[in-house]
């Protein structure tokens, strides 16, 4: 009885990080990706306009990541993790309210600070009540949580089809994010508390060689960054803009979140049978390949095919470079993985900024997509360079 306890206890802390994954990446962040190419079609948004709503949604997730370095009590942290909840709802309804490139900037930058919530923190309290559980750290489960969160947005945003506007389409979304926040904010286990009441423990620094591993593993990460944010910003787009119609182009990117969903299960597994780094390593090479492979010209089976190698990769990269940076540091595990979240967040910026300037007016992504291969490959030698 006790262990069929034990084993409710760990669904339902994952299902909260599920709900958390759902409503600050599935809704409020990458609704924004389904709905890119209505938006370009009714409310007159350009490419270079949907890069820099893009970036903007990143600038968020560093500004927010910058503080929470700063907050080191446990109920701070909690409080920043609930604030930034409720601002994921409201940032998803504040799309529907104007046709202001400025206003839509700080919807997607409000959107962007809300997702640390989701990819940070709850993965932050879920770690260490594991931890606390004396249960194996995987992370695996609460991240497949984003790929939930796209074949959700991905399946709304077909249901309403192109022709919908594109208002009525962020206020569905917004109620989404509603039914989502209860989940989120009750299951989600709260951080351990300090150990000594009015005080906050205060980690050794790291070593050099630390330090240096931090440098050569978090530039692949940055350079991870940068090949994720030009495919989950532009994936649809891309492919509309190749010859997918709309409809063809949304299924696409739920068959993109039914693979994120597998992979990260299977990364999980395959992780505890071959070791992290090779996981890491091999799914590095595989989104350099999806990013190239998107980047063929016209509409075929291979760029479905790219889209789904890419949403299988990205999701095990995450996970599996947090958790490293959680374990390089377990007595200061959230910063640690707060500054690798900030080195992921610089390349998210520059990869939409340089696409949406590359892509230029006639939005021709080829360009783009191959650069964004050549700087995962890039991050690929780096991260091996951290490793010896």
Known sequence: ?????SSRALWLVFAGGIAAQIL???VARFAYTPLLPVMRAQAGLDAA???WLGATIYM?????????AMLRDPAQRLLFYRATLVLAVGSTFQMSMTESLWHWSVSRFIAGFSGVAGMLLAAEFILGWLRRQERRPDLGPHFAGIGIGICLSGIVAWAMGPAAAWTWQWQVFGWVAVLTLPAAWILVPRPAPASVPGRVDVAMPPDTETRRWFWFFGGGYLAAGWAYAVGATFVVDILTSSGSTGGAAALTWVLLGLSNIAGAVAG???ARRLGARPVLFGCMTAQAVALAALAMPGASVLHVAAAILFGATFVVIVSL???EAGIRRPSAPGPAMARMTLMFGVGQVAGPIATGWLAGPEASYAAPLLLG????????VSMIAAGR
Request: overall charge neutral; hydrophobic content about 60%; aromatic content about 2%.
């Open 60 to 68: 968020g997730y560093m500004a927010a990541t910058v503080l929470l």
């Open 373 to 380: 291969s050549a700087v995962a490959l890039a991050g690929l």
């Open 24 to 26: 600050t990446i599935g």
């Open 321 to 323: 470079s947090l958790m």
């Open 49 to 51: 306009g949907a890069g």
């Open 1 to 5: 009885m006790r262990s069929a306890d």
């Open 268 to 270: 999980s597994l395959a």
